[in-house]
């Protein structure tokens, strides 16, 4: 079945640094990579996707890149915000019907000011 | 996107017990799903709850032990039967096609703990 490898599992940056989030994924059919950002204490909030046809992805100061062959995408927050401070999951879908999701394990960004 | 809900929002129950925990959505949603996220820990796919047959369910969880209904397109229910502490977690339904397929949103969660 599908595994999702999700690198760093911590991550501090100062504000106005970049931060780059890393995801492995082994099953070669999966075809649709979200990422989620969790605050503390509530949902999972979907902040960007893409889908297996495209090579990169951007929503003002989040990009998202997927390499098929290599079978890795990442996720890239530029500017980054002391509000940007959460966990934040990838995840990919796996072969059934609808998109259920396999996540990584998470990475814990601090931005500090 | 659509108004996911869920109730109980959290509860507190004695082992050997069972909760039953709806989630309601405002629109009709192709897909609904079960997580569960323990303390500090990614989320877990459960189940796809399938509307009008019997749900599909992941490695390691069984229907015995998480019943679930899908009886339209707008609600789902998660039974946790004969819980132990080790079912203490949060439950997070989620559903898709609302607006677009594959954009998967969640509901607030049901934080679940077993005594």
């Known amino acids: 079945g599908e595994n999702v490898e999700q690198h760093p599992s911590t991550l501090s940056v100062q504000e106005g640094d970049s931060a780059v989030i890393k995801c492995t994924y082994s099953?070669?059919?999966?075809?649709?990579f979200p990422w989620y950002k969790q605050e503390l204490g509530k949902r999972p909030q979907l902040i960007i996707d893409?889908?297996?046809?495209?090579g990169e992805k951007k929503d003002q100061r989040i990009a998202v890149t997927l390499n098929k062959t290599a079978k890795h995408f990442s996720l890239h927050i530029t500017e980054t915000q002391p509000e940007d401070s959460a966990v934040y999951f990838c995840?990919?879908?796996?072969?059934?019907?609808?998109?259920?999701?396999?996540f990584g394990k998470g990475t814990t960004l601090s931005v500090s000011s | 996107s659509a108004v996911i809900s869920q109730k109980p929002s959290r509860d507190i129950c004695q082992r050997g017990t069972s909760l039953t925990i709806q989630c309601q959505v405002d629109?009709?949603?192709?897909?609904m799903f079960w997580y569960r996220q323990q303390p500090g820990q990614s989320l877990t796919l459960i189940a796809t709850?399938?509307?009008?047959?019997?749900?599909?369910?992941e490695s390691g969880f069984v229907i015995d032990k998480f019943p679930i209904s899908r009886p339209n397109l707008t609600f789902s229910t998660l039974t946790v039967s004969n819980m132990s502490p080790e079912d203490s977690s949060i439950y997070l339904c989620?559903?898709?096609?609302?607006?677009?397929?594959?954009?998967?949103?969640f509901g607030p969660g049901t934080r679940l703990t077993v005594l």
């Open positions: 989620s559903v898709e096609g609302a607006p677009k397929n594959n954009e998967q949103f």
């Open positions: 099953d070669s059919a999966s075809n649709y």
């Open positions: 893409i889908r297996s046809n495209v």
């Open positions: 995840a990919a879908s796996i072969s059934q019907a609808g998109t259920a999701l396999i």
């Open positions: 629109s009709q949603v192709t897909m």
């Open positions: 709850a399938n509307q009008g047959s019997e749900a599909t369910y």
